[in-house]
């Protein structure tokens, strides 16, 4: 089983998923902002029953053209056409469609054409120049119909959901997609919170250590040595010679001060951040709210103007 899927405009996906959030999980809703597919090439699909019927299916055709100039020159009484493909299907190969022109025109299936030019760089531009007083509908005809300019393209959306192969639709990813996001949000902030709450405990714990150790250095102004004052935690907090020397030997009570305010302003950082992680998860509105925020500030970042048309019926546009 093979899967083909066409490519879409991410910003016209952002909003098809921002409008399933705010306006609810309808069809309607997903279909109001997508235009139909948008290939990284400029191309043109025919609008029909079949160009959203994939929205809905998981198996369906769409009929893709090139893109036609067709451009009017006059010299003298006599007049010209120049055709110039502007652009190629998504499926279609430009060096196997010049083979395939130019074999046409060796085997003159295209009478009225006299010569053919590429000048296509990054952009395709193939220019056929036609025979004085010869009007070009018959070449487009004859393009679309011989050269592949005009073809179709099948989709079949085929999907791994749940470790298993299975036919979709484009509304039934988009909201698995953000059915998912809802998930990884309140796992994200689940795993914060649990996190949060294991660095509160040893914030508390610092805290006490403090209160105890700064009781003890009020005494340090009044005590000249650090004898005076191992004697002075031996006999007030009942420690062993060891733990005093230990205390003595801190970093952490040579510069307590600021040890503390540093302790101090983690903890109630630590203690907002639990308490805003609760609230992004509390209800479902709020979850709702942070995920429309989130696609509506990538829709913000990567914005990327469509390339491919859609149109209800194409013979060349006039140059």
Known sequence: MTTSIPSHNINETFLACSNLISLGFTKRNALRVLGGPDFPIKSIALKGARLFGYFFNSNESLTLK????????????????????????YNINR????????????????????????????????????KKNTYPFQVIN???????IGGSLSIRMLT?????????????????????????????????????TLRINLLKG??????????????????????DLSLFLKKKYGLRGSQVGFILNLKLVQ????????????YRSVKKSIFYQKFRVSSYSKINTLL??????????????????????YRGTPG
């Open 206 to 227: 610092l805290k006490l250590m403090f209160n105890k150790v700064t009781q003890a250095l009020k005494y340090i102004g009044f005590l000249n040595s650090k004898w």
């Open 66 to 89: 090139g893109c036609l100039s067709v451009e009017y020159l006059k010299f003298g009484v006599d007049f010209y056409f120049r055709l110039t493909v502007c652009s190629l299907p």
């Open 255 to 266: 510069t307590s001060n600021k040890e503390k305010l540093k302790i101090l302003k983690e």
């Open 292 to 313: 429309k925020e989130e696609f509506n500030s990538l829709f913000c970042k990567y914005i990327n103007p469509r390339r491919s048309l859609v149109v209800e019926n």
């Open 142 to 148: 004859d393009l679309y119909k011989n050269t592949g």
């Open 160 to 196: 791994l959901h749940k470790k298993k192969p299975s036919y979709t639709s484009v509304y039934a990813i988009l909201k698995t997609h953000v059915n998912y996001r809802v998930e990884v949000l309140k796992k994200n902030s689940l795993y914060k919170i649990k996190n949060s």
């Open 95 to 130: 060096c196997l469609f010049l083979n395939k022109v130019s074999t046409l025109l060796r085997g003159k299936k295209f009478k009225d054409v006299i010569y053919l030019k590429d000048s296509s760089s990054k952009v395709t531009n193939i220019i056929l120049f036609l």
